[in-house]
């Protein structure tokens, strides 16, 4: 079964920069259009950014012109670049694959926390 594994999260003061992996033994995920969610405590997972298969990037507003999400088919590994970290930011990162029906019946991986607090 595909399992994501997130990676790169941690403790960042306002400001800072953090980069985020995903990966998925076993999944050619360069082959599909892949997402980052985000869930903070007491909230719903929230989209945070999708790269199609072609390099085609989106972003919620929020993140906009601070995150950039990027992926190595070389490495068949994607990544979040994130600057100008918000405490709003801090919560759980998640990665998937996006946009199909086969998509969404896979299972969420563990998430990578990622905390903004001075």
């Known amino acids: 079964q595909v399992q994501f594994v997130e990676s790169g999260g941690g403790l960042v003061q306002p400001g800072g920069s953090l980069r985020l992996s995903c990966t998925a033994p076993g999944f050619t995920s360069k082959r599909w259009n892949m997402a980052w969610y985000r869930q903070a405590a007491g909230n719903t997972r929230e989209w945070v950014s999708t790269?199609?298969?072609?390099?085609?990037?989106w972003y919620e507003d929020s993140v906009k012109g601070r995150f950039t999400i990027s992926r190595d088919k070389v490495k068949d590994t994607m990544y979040l670049q994130m600057n100008s970290l918000k405490s709003e930011d801090t919560a759980v990162y998640y990665c998937?694959?996006?946009?199909?029906?086969?998509?969404?019946?896979?299972?969420w991986g563990q998430g990578t926390q990622v905390t903004v607090s001075s």
């Open positions: 790269i199609r298969a072609d390099g085609t990037t």
């Open positions: 998937k694959c996006a946009n199909t029906y086969f998509c969404s019946t896979l299972p």
